[in-house]
Each structure stands twice: as structure tokens, then as C-alpha cells.
């Protein structure tokens, strides 16, 4: 599950709040009351929900807590002419406060260029669309970037279900409390486990899985900046632009550049 952390935020009063807290543990108590709500409140509110929760943050989102009635959009200003990936963060995916928080983390960590590329783009797709995240945003970059890089978005979303201890990654403890110790993910994402498991590539997807574990931290201060070269270097900039190059994936950037146009 995606933590909204503002919506979090608001419902202890403020960050401050959550720094107040002396220890991990009652961070980690006021984390999984917010959780427990919310999906007591997506649940119950189900029928009454405008928007499906599958739809991207572009498109509407849950409001506050999850309640039935959307969250307002935000204003959305055009973009360039021929926008770059950097002009897609700028323009609509700000804040990206948690893919950012997960390549800092990685970057941080000494990982390489393209794991860290990958950690800051595993989730970016969820302005677009939330279901199945892993494999639309794996498809979106795919013209973008190299093979390893998409791979590794397209699997984390299933590893994300299923512990490594070689690499310091549980099934988090929490999702045992908040989903019920029987949870059983779709068949589907089990395969797609089994398949990557077995991949040479299997690290590239894990290491994202890793470093989204660390994202949630309310102190670390974060920006694009430290990131610019490393997309200049792994990210294929199309000259007419994002969305305008005519590639298999362009109508999915555009959807982000128009949002609003109804057909
Ligand atoms: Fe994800
Ligand atoms: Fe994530």
C-alpha cells in the first residue's frame, strides 16, 4: 500500500508531531493506525467512491483518509513546448517526496547509476494509474531507458510481497497486522515472483524493493538536483519531447500532459 504522507501528516496535526515521538516503534504505532484507518475507510466508503482506486493522482485520488469524496485537484500548469523528463517532475509529479526518498536512500547507499535511476522512477507511473503499477510504469520508460532498468520496475511490485534476507528485505511485519497473517497475493503476482526470482536480473528489482522500504522517513530533505546528471546519462531525452516523439509509449506521457481533455 502507497502512504500518502501529507494525509498521514494531517492526521497526527503535523510532521512535528511525528518527530516528537520518541522512538521507532511509536512512529511505527502512529503509521499503522493511519494504514488501519484507511483502509477501514476505503472499504466501508467502496460503494460510495466516485473514483476507482486504481485511477492515477492526476485523475482524482481518494480524499483525506480515504473518504468517499475525492481529494480537490491541484492546478495544473501547461507544460513545455517539448518536455523533458525533468519537466514531467517539475510539472506533474511534484512533490515525488517517495521516489525521491527512495533513490536519495539508494544513492546514499552506493548503489549504481541505473539502480538509483530505476529507484526514482519505480513509482512515477501512479499520476497515471495505480493497478499494476510495476508493469505500466515499466512500459511507459521502456523507450527511455536500458532493458535492466525497466525490468527491474516492472518486478518490484511483485518482490515487494515476498522477503530476502540476503539483502536485509522482510515481509514487513506491519502488512502481517494490517492485511492478516493469511494473506495471499493473486496468483499472478506469485508467478511473476517465481519468474524473477530465477532471473539474472532478479538484484536490479530487489535493490528498488530495498530502497522502498527506507522511503518512508519524515526527516530526509529531498530533491531532483542531485539526480539531473544521472538522467542525462541513463535517460534517452527524445528531442520533440516527451509524449510527441511518436514512440509505442508517447500516449501515456501525454495523458499526463493533458489530463483534462476528455477524449
Ligand atoms: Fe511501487
Ligand atoms: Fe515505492
Redesign the pocket.
Known amino acids: 500500500m502507497?502512504i500518502d504522507r501529507r494525509a498521514f501528516f494531517a492526521s497526527l496535526g503535523s510532521a512535528a508531531v511525528v518527530h516528537a515521538l520518541p522512538n521507532d516503534e511509536e512512529r511505527a504505532e502512529a503509521l499503522e493506525h493511519y494504514m488501519t484507518d484507511l483502509l477501514d475507510q476505503q472499504t466501508s466508503a467502496n460503494e460510495l467512491a466516485t473514483i476507482r482506486r486504481g485511477a492515477g493522482d492526476l485523475f482524482g485520488a481518494p480524499g483525506p483518509s480515504g473518504s468517499a469524496t475525492p481529494r480537490p485537484l491541484r492546478q495544473l500548469e501547461r507544460m513545455p513546448e517539448r518536455p523533458t523528463l525533468v519537466d514531467f517532475f517539475k510539472y506533474r509529479f511534484a512533490p515525488a517526496t517517495h521516489v525521491l526518498q527512495s533513490a536519495t536512500d539508494a544513492m546514499r547507499k552506493g548503489e549504481k547509476e541505473e539502480t538509483i535511476l530505476a529507484c526514482l522512477m519505480?513509482?512515477v507511473v501512479l499520476n497515471l494509474i495505480k493497478v499494476d503499477?510495476?508493469w505500466w510504469g515499466a512500459q511507459m520508460i521502456e523507450p527511455y531507458v536500458s532493458e535492466k532498468v525497466s525490468w527491474a520496475i516492472r518486478h518490484?511490485?511483485a518482490l515487494?510481497f515476498y522477503p530476502d534476507s540476503s539483502v536485509g528485505y522482510e515481509y514487513p511485519e506491519l502488512y502481517n497486522r494490517i492485511f492478516g497473517k493469511d494473506y495471499v497475493p493473486e496468483q499472478y503476482i506469485k508467478k511473476t515472483y517465481d519468474y524473477a526470482r530465477n532471473h539474472k536480473w532478479y538484484m536490479e528489482a530487489r535493490m528498488i524493493t530495498v530502497h522502498?522500504l527506507y522511503a518512508f522517513q519524515p526527516d530526509m530533505k529531498v530533491s531532483l538536483d542531485p539526480f539531473i546528471d544521472i538522467i542525462g546519462r541513463h535517460f534517452k531525452q527524445p528531442k520533440e519531447g516527451l509524449g510527441f516523439d511518436g514512440s509505442p509509449t508517447a500516449h501515456m506521457w501525454r495523458s499526463m500532459i493533458f489530463p483534462d481533455h476528455p477524449l
Open positions: 502507497e519505480h513509482d503499477h510495476g518490484h511490485q515487494r522502498d
